[in-house]
């Protein structure tokens, strides 16, 4: 399996399914592991996917994973080191309410530094993806987002897809947004 192998959680709807669709798109082939708490709907996502981009290169599978459940994250290590043998990248997506959403992103931006500096001397690249305030699920309505100005998931998800195939490498260690840097 010569494909890089890249797992996205939360990949049945909203952004996850985006991205997901934009590596679809891309003139790489990948293998993806769509991750989803319910093992069922990832199935049947991973059946919309294959209809609906028939051509291409790029395998999908299903993992049932939820990432606020341990035994459900080691169940899906274990399936994947199994099945796959390694992750090449991995795209942790899960949403809550919007008070735990930004205190979770400030989590993470500092999570990010701190590997950054730990796995760089490991060939570890470490990024922060601010796609944008995008028209999901996130804070319930969706058209309501749009009304506000939210944009189609499919941007970011293409913004996500160039991410990942190294045109913001000069970024790494960043919070990285379409239009540049975030600001500290």
Known sequence: MDNSIILVTGSNTGLGLEIVRA???S???YTV???SRSEANAKSVVHQ???EFPNSETIVSSVQVDLED???IQKAFNYVSRRFGRVDQGWPKATGSITAYRASKT???MMMRGWTRILKHDGVKTFCVSPGFLATGLGGNQERNREMGAIDPAIGAEFIREVVEGFRDKDEGMVVRRDGIQPW
């Open 107 to 109: 989590g993470m931006n």
């Open 49 to 51: 996917l294959q209809a």
């Open 33 to 35: 592991l769509l991750g």
């Open 27 to 29: 003139l790489k082939a």
């Open 70 to 72: 341990d035994e459900s």
């Open 23 to 25: 590596l679809f798109r």
